[in-house]
């Protein structure tokens, strides 16, 4: 009995963990319409103009976690700081998931 309460318990955690990963997902529909104000620097696609970063093709983690540091101030560079600190988690994933696909 003891063992089938456990196998329950484990399969509700990993469904809730699920349920949750696709909330958290980004919308690359809604990335590319809230990346406008990133094309002065990073180009229209994320390509990179001049010594600007390219952006095109980051995977969504990477990206992500950029973001949240320039959120946070563990990643100097004052333009970006106060771009992300604007940005909910949200809109972070949905740049995300957009700027994977380029």
Avoid: P
């Amino acid at each position: 009995m003891n063992n089938k309460i456990g196998w329950s318990v484990c399969v509700s955690i990993v469904l809730f963990l699920l349920s949750n990963t696709v909330f958290a997902a980004g919308d690359a529909v809604a990335g590319k319409e809230k990346s406008t104000v990133c094309t002065s620097c990073h180009g229209v696609n994320g390509e990179g103009i001049e010594s600007k970063t390219k952006i095109a093709g980051l995977s969504i983690g990477k990206f992500s976690a950029a973001m949240q540091a320039y959120k946070k101030g563990e990643r100097d560079h004052a333009m970006m700081q106060m771009f992300a600190k604007k940005l909910n988690d949200q809109d972070i994933e949905d740049l995300a998931a957009y700027y994977a696909t380029k």
